[in-house]
């Protein structure tokens, strides 16, 4: 699509009081074996440029009557590697989006970041910018699969970093797991778990390693299914110990600090993508994707050019599905009239009128999702 933002829809937007925004920063220092996400290799990033890029286009959105009245609730800086960019551009960032839209007082203002581009210096300095939570990309503890996995952080690098998050004041900080990784040992993944406990995080969001097509992991072999269904059960049980509630299928938080932004998704509330790749959804039915090369999405914005690459319409039927999807993946699970029929009851537990996945279930997840 290139018209001058004739995309963005002003009517019929979600009647909503809260809103949210993601801000893809697509630029890394390297490319993860794993990474299927929209990135760019660079050590001299155009953050200037690309953060005056961002703030034109959420003015622009702002001018066509996105988010009219709502208050933002949650703002995520994703990637790539935000950290790359340094603390005063991500400060005016913030500010200028506050100019641009209201926020709640007590919104919540993540950034993830990458291991070896926290100093304590600037993790400082980011305590100054408005960030209030930290995702920090740790995968695994183990220097093996660090480098089997292409990250070109060290273990001792990860810990050290966490530590400078919390000496700056960061209450708020996640820690990424990888498991299932296809040469990983238990006493690994053990490692990685004794690790949480003694740092004790906020949250840790432990994901199944993905062999995404065009990947180094495309033609891998993946973990087996029994070695799969070990670690799973051995990251819940271990992280319940510690006083984390599982309360989405691959996400742990410790009492009050479940990742707004994610829920926000999970509930099917409105969303607008900001930069490069960045997806919004502020309109129920309708989804856009704005162009992935960030060179290019730089020049579209400065020429006034509509950013946005591809337009997804849904049916009634495809809205219902995808929110049933993603209720289920949470503990709030979906109401009982909705599930799948023929499904082992050993998969779903029954609270009052709602039914969520067990343990059980959400290692079968996927074939539950292609029921409903």
């Known amino acids: 699509m290139h018209g001058p933002f004739l995309i963005w829809p002003v009517a019929g937007v979600f009647v909503s009081m809260d809103a949210h925004i993601y801000i893809h920063i697509p630029f ?20 200037e440029r690309y953060i005056s890029a961002l703030l034109k286009e959420a003015a622009l959105c702002r001018e ?9 609730e949650t703002l995520y800086i994703g990637g790539g590697t935000p950290t790359l960019v340094t603390p005063s551009n991500i400060k005016r960032l913030i500010d200028g989006l506050r100019g641009i839209w209201s926020f709640s007082e007590s919104a919540e203002v993540s950034v993830e970041a990458n291991p070896v581009t926290l100093d304590a210096n600037y993790v400082i300095e980011l305590k100054k910018t408005g960030i209030t939570r930290v995702s920090m990309g740790v995968q695994t503890f183990s220097s093996r699969l660090l480098s089997y996995l292409g990250r070109i952080h060290t273990p001792e690098r990860s810990i050290q970093s966490f530590r400078y998050l919390r000496e700056a004041g960061f209450d708020n900080i996640n820690i990424d797991l990888i498991f299932g990784i296809p040469i990983e040992k238990q006493e690994e993944l053990d490692a990685d778990l004794d690790w949480i406990e003694m740092l004790e995080p906020e949250h840790v969001s432990a994901y199944l390693l993905e062999h995404e097509p065009g990947t180094w992991f495309a033609d891998v072999t993946p973990c087996d299914e029994d070695s799969v269904i070990g670690f799973f059960s051995k990251i819940e049980d271990r992280l319940r110990g510690m006083g984390f509630i599982h309360y989405e299928i691959s996400n742990y938080a410790r009492p009050g600090f479940k990742c707004r932004h994610n829920l926000a998704y999970w509930k099917y509330r409105p969303y607008l993508g900001l930069g490069a790749s960045a997806v919004s959804c502020v309109r129920e039915g309708t989804r856009w994707r704005n162009i992935k090369d960030p060179y290019e ?3 579209r914005i400065e020429k006034n050019i509509s950013p946005v690459e591809y337009v997804d319409n849904f049916s009634a039927d495809e809205i219902l599905f995808e929110k049933r999807f993603l209720s289920l993946r949470t503990a709030q699970g979906i109401d009982i009239h909705d599930m799948p029929k023929n499904v082992p009851p050993s998969l779903f537990n029954i609270k009052g009128s709602r039914a969520v996945l067990t343990k059980e279930g959400m290692l079968v997840s996927d074939e539950i999702f292609s029921m409903l």
């Open 28 to 47: 890394c220092l390297s490319k993860c074996r794993y990474c299927a996400f929209s990135s760019v290799v660079s050590k001299d990033i155009p953050e």
């Open 64 to 72: 066509r009557g996105i988010f009219p009245s709502g208050l933002i």
């Open 297 to 299: 999405y730089m020049v």
